[in-house]
């Protein structure tokens, strides 16, 4: 279940390194994930690119393969009723964190390149950047 979560946690801080490397470089952001795989490995964009979504769908698969084996799991644990109740939570919760987190970035307007959105029209009026709340 540990494995499980942060290999949750990779694969959302993944996706949005990748949704937002064209803005978060329009910025100087160097810590996005493409960027970083860029400088330290020597990669070319094309190829740091490849691999952050290499690396993305690697931990999404196996998230997901780890997520099959909890029935497994719990029997061989022998749990009863109510821990499997709690443990299916703990997987739904994850899973609502993963969908969530891809929901919000249709919807959003925060990886919105040249496109009206919430984020862009702030930048645009002079309001200073969505991305800047999220830093405080």
């Known amino acids: 279940m540990e494995r499980m979560r942060d290999l949750a946690a990779d694969t959302i801080g993944f996706m949005n390194d990748i949704h937002s490397f064209e803005r978060e470089t329009r910025r100087g952001d160097g810590h996005n994930l493409i960027a970083v795989l860029h400088r330290e490995r020597g990669l ?72 009206e959105g919430p984020a862009v029209t702030a930048e645009l009026a002079g309001k200073g950047s969505v991305d800047d709340l999220l830093a405080v």
Do not use: F
């Open 44 to 115: 070319s964009w094309e190829a740091a690119a490849d691999e952050a979504y290499r690396m993305t769908n690697a931990r999404l698969t196996e998230y997901l393969d780890l997520e099959a084996q909890v029935p497994q799991m719990c029997d061989e644990l022998s749990l009863t009723q109510d821990e499997r109740v709690r443990v299916r939570q703990g997987v739904e919760a994850i899973q609502h964190w993963i969908n969530g987190n891809y929901e919000w970035a249709l919807v959003s307007g925060r990886y919105t390149a040249g496109k």
